[in-house]
């Protein structure tokens, strides 16, 4: 069974930062691509970013250069730094791992970006 862990959510003005965190847990075996998604009130989930075992990054076109991902391979961890967030940021973002016995997603944290 596999977990993964959140922390980082809250709320933030715009043009401020927040950091996500995402630890995993329990039978994954080797993790192919860490990644968060998020999804805001009556939209589609969207991929925000991802990140390779190897390293190599994907942003979505709305927060590049805005947002950073990395991982610690050895912690099984995925971090998410956002900065100058905007009021659009604001969503619930679920933390996503493509590992050698599927695909797990977390419980979702929310971001809010509000005056």
């Known amino acids: 069974q596999v977990q993964l862990v959140e922390s980082g959510g809250g709320l933030v003005q715009p043009g401020g930062s927040l950091r996500l965190s995402c630890a995993a847990s329990?039978?994954?075996?080797?993790?192919?691509?860490m990644g968060w998604y998020r999804q805001a009130p009556g939209k589609q989930r969207e991929m925000v970013a991802t990140?390779?075992?190897?390293?190599?990054?994907n942003y979505a076109d709305s927060v590049k250069g805005r947002f950073a991902i990395s991982r610690d391979n050895a912690k099984k961890t995925v971090i998410l730094q956002m900065s100058s967030l905007k009021l659009e940021d604001t969503a619930v973002y679920y933390c996503?791992?493509?590992?050698?016995?599927?695909?797990?997603w977390g419980q979702g944290t929310q971001v809010t970006v509000s005056s």
């Open positions: 996503n791992l493509r590992h050698a016995f599927g695909v797990s």
């Open positions: 329990g039978n994954i075996g080797s993790i192919y691509v």
């Open positions: 990140i390779t075992s190897g390293g190599s990054t």
